[in-house]
């Protein structure tokens, strides 16, 4: 079982920053990836971005690219998704979750969900 737990959500104006993380614990060998999804009211819960764990490899969604990076680092068992220019359409509880076989686009696809960190942008 993998256990994750989001930090690092607030309230920033447009144009600012923040940085989230997910402390990873458990059985992370597991793993295959590493999705930062977000859900604002009323919508779906939609994909952010991804990592591959131990590929590195990166994936993001066309609304973020350029504005969001995700990394990861093993030794610490953490994923950053670091928010830059953020919009207030970007407002949304953020979660990350794992993956071990599927399409990490697809939230359906994740097994395990940390339990959120909210993020509002005032304009």
């Known amino acids: 079982q993998v256990q994750l737990v989001e930090s690092g959500g607030g309230l920033v104006q447009a144009g600012g920053s923040l940085r989230l993380s997910c402390a990873v614990s458990?059985?992370?060998?597991?793993?295959?990836?590493v999705g930062w999804f977000r859900q604002a009211p009323g919508k779906e819960r939609e994909f952010v971005a991804g990592?591959?764990?131990?590929?590195?490899?990166?994936s993001y969604a066309d609304s973020v690219k350029g504005r969001f990076t995700i990394s990861r680092d093993n030794a610490k068992n953490t994923v950053d998704l670091q928010m830059n220019s953020l919009k207030p359409e970007d407002t949304a509880k953020y979660y990350c979750?794992?993956?071990?076989?599927?399409?990490?686009?697809?939230?359906?696809?994740?097994?395990?969900w940390g339990q959120g960190t909210q993020v509002s942008v005032s304009s």
């Open positions: 979750a794992s993956l071990r076989v599927g399409d990490w686009r697809f939230a359906d696809d994740y097994d395990t």
């Open positions: 458990g059985r992370t060998f597991t793993m295959n990836t």
């Open positions: 990592i591959g764990w131990s590929s590195g490899t990166r």
